[in-house]
């Protein structure tokens, strides 16, 4: 496919428009909206579409990288039916390989357009769809009308005309009155989609459930996080406390307990008592004090007089 771009002039405002895949078969002008039909000598005007913001921030321009190979998006169509809306996205390589990539209710499917050699009406199937000899069951069915052309398309659509769908489990089929296309489809994650996008479009919006959820559980985390700091500080203080307690009971074991004995006999008191003694002694009578161990000095007292040693 040739990078070259065409250049032609907007039959309805007279602005100039770049196009830039030769295989495109109508075009919207960015000037005034008007969707031009490619085919024809004048460039028809097949309807008008003013300009709308897409979901998510996707947009034409954007380079989509899948599988070793990259894509730019060159146009898009928003389709709604049944109260709803969703939009597929046409992807060109430089290479000219086509993909499209469909966004509908937060999901994102990318098809990859193919030609069967016997394909089959899929209007005239109720339950399952033969292509080349395989039967796909048919899981859902409908038509969509078209609300939204933006860039370059390789088909050639009218605002509202309506588009039939059929889709299976890996392959699906569009329809219109006056063209078909049949591809094969893969789901993708949203991770897959903006990674794919270079992160140049906007992740999936948290729901306000899973808000709900994550703020739960952190309130979770926060209890369970107060609850250990309360436990660790009790269990300092406990083992502070049995620290204090088991401190003051060797002490109490450790300090000497004077111990006194009595002979009624010989009227006799004796103290014992641990540690140095000075040695001295004093007697009255029948009573005597001692101190045993190491003597230093002895005095001595009886009746009247005092005498003392050295």
């Known amino acids: 496919m040739s990078s070259t771009v065409n250049e032609i002039t907007c039959s309805q405002c007279g602005s100039p428009m770049h196009l830039a895949n030769p295989a495109s078969r109508s075009a919207r002008c960015e000037h005034c909206g008007a969707h031009l039909d490619l085919t024809s000598p004048e460039y ?19 380079s989509f990288f899948w599988e070793d190979r990259s894509y730019i998006l060159r146009g898009v169509i928003g389709y709604s039916g ?3 809306t969703w939009y597929e996205c046409l992807l060109v390589s430089e290479q000219g390989d086509v993909r499209w990539l469909e966004f509908d209710s937060g ?16 209007s005239a199937q109720s339950s399952s769809l033969e292509l080349d000899g395989t039967r796909h069951q048919i899981l859902d069915r409908g038509t969509m009308r078209v609300s939204y052309i ?9 605002k509202d005309e309506e588009v039939y769908w059929v889709d299976c489990q890996q392959v699906g089929v569009e ?5 078909i296309e049949f591809f094969k489809r893969q789901a993708l994650s949203d991770y897959d989609v903006v990674k794919a996008f270079g992160n140049r479009i906007r992740p999936k919006p948290v729901e306000p459930q899973q808000q709900e959820e994550a703020s739960n559980f952190m309130n979770i985390l926060l209890a369970v996080f107060v609850i250990m700091i309360i436990g660790m500080v009790l269990w300092v203080i406990l083992s502070e406390s049995r620290s204090s307690s088991q401190s ?3 002490a109490a074991e450790a300090t000497p307990t ?7 006999s010989n009227s006799t008191r004796v103290f014992y008592g641990g540690g140095f003694s000075s040695g001295s002694s004093y007697s009255s009578g029948g009573n005597s004090y001692s101190s045993g161990g190491r003597s230093t000095r002895s005095s001595s007292y009886s009746g009247g007089g005092f005498s003392g040693g050295k």
């Open 175 to 179: 329809w219109t009155e006056n063209d």
């Open 150 to 158: 933006e860039g370059e398309l390789t088909w050639k659509l009218k």
């Open 82 to 84: 049944e109260g709803a």
């Open 248 to 250: 003051t009971q060797y």
């Open 107 to 122: 999901r994102w499917s990318l098809h990859e357009p193919f030609r069967p050699s016997a394909p089959s009406d899929p």
């Open 258 to 264: 004077p111990e006194y004995r009595s002979s009624s």
């Open 44 to 62: 028809e005007v097949l309807s008008t579409f003013h300009r709308r913001n897409l979901p998510r921030g996707l947009r034409v321009g954007l």
